[in-house]
């Protein structure tokens, strides 16, 4: 029988997926005895005392969802950038050698030409983000022990209340205003609770190298923005259609869209697209 109540990490548990995987815990991977990291409770750039925490837990399980995931913010600071994605990365995996670690990265490591990107596929960042995240996935998968999850924008309900894509509408809304949505820029979305169902699977198997986790369906900017705009209707959305090739700052990714046969084929239960999701969870706060 399986040992109960060995230790785990999640870090970035403040965050929307990494709030996730701590409340399904229970759930998915009761097995598990999760300690879910804030940056409030543990700086992760001291290495110190992350390194002192880690001795004294011993956990057998690394989840690392920390990260700084604005593409704004990782322009406006890159050094700060590569510490957080990539050095805590780095010392997170030394740390977590020969137990099994969990890294979460990202669809925008591609640079969105064709879409539909297998893992396979070989990367093409067009921003420090995307190249942060590039980088520590090459170091999480030196270690055959370990496993890189790409995955797209996420959706659900954060304690931040701003890190999910709908959470992120929403507050652009009660702002009043048109919002403009490209109609040629396409994701792989999905509800957050989805993504921490399927990792906590992958984790439990074992499963090791890199699969894609997003949603079973590749939407458009604007085709998100109507599903949500239909799931409030009392925020009476102001949305206006808009190209990428119009866009006034930096080259934008068009189609970063997820191939997801591999997870699909690990996971006792498909991974659903967004439309599905929000039709068959009419209640689900989102």
Known sequence: MERQNKPAWITGAHGLIGGYLAQSAPKFAPQWQVRAWTRARLDLLDFHA???????????LVIHCAALTSVAGTRADPALARRVNIEITQRLAELAAEIPFVFFSTDLVFDGRKGNYLETDAVNPIHIYGETKAAAE????????????????????????NRGFNEQLQLAWQSGGKIKLFTDEFRSPIFAGETARAVWELAVQERTGLFHVAGAERLSRWQI?????????????NLEPGSVKDFPGPTRAPDTSLNIAKAQNALARPLPGLTEWLATNPREPF
């Open 225 to 237: 923005g109507q599903l949500l705009a239909g799931r409030r209707p009392g925020l009476k959305a």
């Open 50 to 60: 992350v390194h002192r925490e880690f001795q004294r837990d011993r956990p057998q």
């Open 138 to 161: 090459q170091i999480v998968l030196k270690n055959p022990r370990h496993l890189v999850v790409r995955t797209s924008i996420n959706g659900g309900i954060s304690r931040a209340g």
